[in-house]
């Protein structure tokens, strides 16, 4: 059984730093991709990692600020974010798939994923 177990938010003062992890389990992943979703607005990709050739990507958003790695040993995925902005608040998730998947599309597509954590809240508030 696939599952995937994000852990890591909470309330953060604006341009404080949280990280993230994506505890995958059940599956051997060709990589993992971030996404979050704030109140009242559609699902968004933020970050990733493609796992066999270790490339990363990120939205503009988040670009310079995020940071998305992975421990083989852990079968975890991090994500490091730092200078978190109000606008940072959302549900973070985690999400993968057993076939190989390019993550520039997966960003924009989050639908053509099968398996998906359950979420953790990132409140960015002073």
């Known amino acids: 059984q696939v599952e995937l177990v994000e852990s890591g938010g909470g309330l953060v003062q604006p341009g404080g730093s949280l990280r993230l992890s994506c505890a995958v389990s059940?599956?051997?992943?060709?990589?993992v991709a971030w996404f979050r979703q704030a109140p009242g607005k559609e699902r968004e990709g933020v970050s990733c990692?493609?796992?066999?050739?270790?490339?990363?990507f990120y939205v503009d958003s988040v670009k310079g600020r995020f940071a998305i790695s992975g421990d083989d040993s852990k079968n975890t995925v991090y994500l490091q974010m730092s200078s978190l902005k109000p606008e940072d608040t959302a549900v973070y998730y985690c999400?993968?798939?057993?076939?190989?998947?390019?993550?520039?599309?997966?960003?924009?597509?989050?639908?053509?994923?099968?398996?998906w954590g359950k979420g953790t809240q990132v409140t960015v508030s002073s």
């Open positions: 059940g599956l051997d992943h060709y990589g």
């Open positions: 999400a993968t798939d057993k076939i190989p998947f390019p993550c520039q599309v997966v960003l924009t597509s989050p639908q053509s994923l099968d398996y």
């Open positions: 990692l493609s796992r066999g050739d270790g490339k990363t």
